[in-house]
């Protein structure tokens, strides 16, 4: 456990691989759902499909033998996992393919019944469901290692690529399922966060693969300075917490920006964190805020210590605070007690600050280890190379509630430690490239639904981020509701949430009418 390269939040991503422990957890926030808290699918008795015949158990792996290189097919294969189920399918319904982008997909069953949209599509339209494991990440690797030789596959356009070859090349293990290629049945592309990001691609790149689409809080405009995140969140935050935290930031910026050796000392004391680079320790304050990220409408999804975190700041002697805070005296106290007894522990164990915090080490484990299911090297790899979203400061003149001593340079010098085969200098993500291929914010696509949540951190890289008018359509429609991150994905939000709980059902209606439409390319 090492350094932490933090270069976004999340997500990307879901209801898998999410642990309590501190020295589980990753040292940055993929942008994914990897942050919805897992909920184990409960059944009552084996997985049957419509005739009652007993289905494999959702957790059954299967393989298919994917290009390494779609630019260059003699390379060969790689064995890419991928998990299926049919329990709703009927004989011409839809094929539901999602992947979950960046992390193991491995304990995503979820993603095949209907407690996520990707069931309750195949419910509504009697489909069947695959969740298909990115490239780069879990086990899915062309090679034993991530290196940067071996990254060098690793791209967007790859992604893409493994998408559209898969859809028609192979054969799922279903009764028929050698027969359901784009050619002859519909299929549904579904993605949250990046993976929603990869979808809107994937509509423009290859249109005409996947008739339908769902964009769940899809990150479709690739930003290099996103200080937009933290913006989102400090309007959508308890205003009591917000001013407090925006209080202590601003003291700590001042304190560590004026030269004054011991009143950076006293602070330092005061969090018991004695980091040798003040950017690091700026930097860890901003982890009780990306806890936001973990929050969703229904407590059975929420996991996150973002409300523990403002209730210590804000509630005292019995009292809540009113809208303008107790105070800094009171809320960098609280703060730093929080972060002693409750954060610190949870986060980082029993590791020093340093090693847990510290990013200037080139030798740590965080940047030299090159093991396969090393989710955090696969998407920095990703974020160094074409999409930036470093989460930093506000402006000079606009409120923050994270260090305005984060900026992008803090990011983009880990890269030159992480890859420093493939970067001699920082490097400047290449935004405008990956946003001109792919549309970004401008896509036009037919049959693309996008859904998005007003209280996303994300949303500002979304098509309904703050500042745009983009215009929703018959064809492409853009749906919010009051939802966090890729929160119209899961079912038990729209249970506890109508605006989440409309949004579901104009999807699937609109999901339903598409399809109303299909035929099979020669007849068209």
Request: hydrophobic share 35%; proline share 6%; with cysteine.
């Amino acid at each position: 456990m090492a350094a932490i390269m933090r270069t976004s939040a999340i997500l990307l991503l879901a209801l898998f691989v999410v642990g309590t422990d501190a020295l589980s957890r990753p040292r940055h926030r993929p942008i994914g759902r990897s942050y919805v808290k897992r909920t184990e699918v409960q059944r009552n008795g084996p997985l049957v499909d419509l005739n009652g015949t007993e289905l494999p158990p959702l957790n059954t792996t299967y393989f298919f033998d994917q290009l390494i290189d779609h630019d260059n097919p003699s390379l060969g294969t790689f064995k890419q996992r991928y998990w299926h189920t049919w329990e709703f399918y009927e004989t011409g319904g839809p094929i539901i393919l999602t992947t979950p982008g960046e992390g193991n997909a491995e304990g995503s069953e979820d993603f095949l019944v209907n407690s996520t949209i990707d069931g309750m599509i195949a419910q509504e339209l009697s489909g069947a469901t695959i969740v298909l494991e990115h490239r780069y990440y879990g086990l899915s690797n062309p090679y034993n290692n991530l290196s940067v030789a071996s990254l060098q596959y690793h791209t967007i356009q790859q992604a893409i690529d493994d998408l559209a070859y898969f859809a028609y090349n192979v054969k799922l293990p279903m009764p028929g399922g050698d027969n359901v290629t784009p050619d002859v049945a519909p299929w549904i592309l579904i993605g949250g966060s990046y993976a929603g990001a990869l979808t809107s691609f994937t509509k423009v790149n290859k249109p005409d693969v996947f008739y339908a689409a769902w964009s769940s809080s899809g990150v479709v405009e690739s930003i290099v300075n996103y200080w937009g995140y933290f913006d989102i969140i400090r309007k959508h935050m308890p205003q009591n917490c917000s001013s407090d935290v925006q209080a202590v930031i601003g003291h700590i910026d001042d304190v560590f920006t004026s030269g004054n050796d011991t009143a950076i000392t006293v602070i330092k004391d005061l969090f018991n964190m004695s980091l040798t680079h003040l950017d690091d320790f700026a930097s860890a304050l901003q982890n009780p805020i990306w806890e936001w990220q973990g929050l969703q409408p229904s407590s059975d999804l929420s996991d996150s210590l973002f409300f523990p975190f403002c209730d210590a700041l804000e509630v005292k002697d019995n009292q809540t605070a009113p809208p303008e805070g107790w105070g800094l005296e009171n809320a960098l106290n609280a703060w730093a007690g929080f972060w002693q007894e409750t954060y610190y522990p949870y986060f980082c164990g029993d590791e020093d600050a340093e090693t847990c915090f510290g990013t200037y080490n080139a030798s740590s484990a965080y940047y030299t280890d090159l093991a396969v299911n090393n989710a955090d090297r696969s998407w920095n790899w990703i974020v160094c190379n074409q999409m930036g979203f470093n989460q930093d400061g506000a402006p000079d003149g606009v409120p923050t509630i994270v260090s305005r001593l984060i900026q992008p340079d803090y990011w983009e010098r880990q890269c030159v430690l992480m890859f420093p085969e493939a970067f001699s200098s920082p490097p400047t993500p290449r935004v405008n490239e990956t946003n001109a291929a792919y549309q970004g914010w401008f896509v036009k696509s037919d049959r693309l639904f996008f859904a998005n949540g007003e209280r996303d951190p994300w949303r500002d890289v979304t098509i309904s981020a703050d500042g745009t008018d983009f215009k929703s359509t018959s064809t492409q429609p853009i749906v919010m509701g009051d939802g966090f991150h890729c929160s119209d994905m899961f079912a038990p939000n729209g249970e506890v949430d109508s605006t989440i709980a409309a949004v579901q059902a104009q999807g699937l209606a609109t999901m339903k009418s598409w399809l109303e439409t299909w035929e099979p390319p020669t007849r068209r």
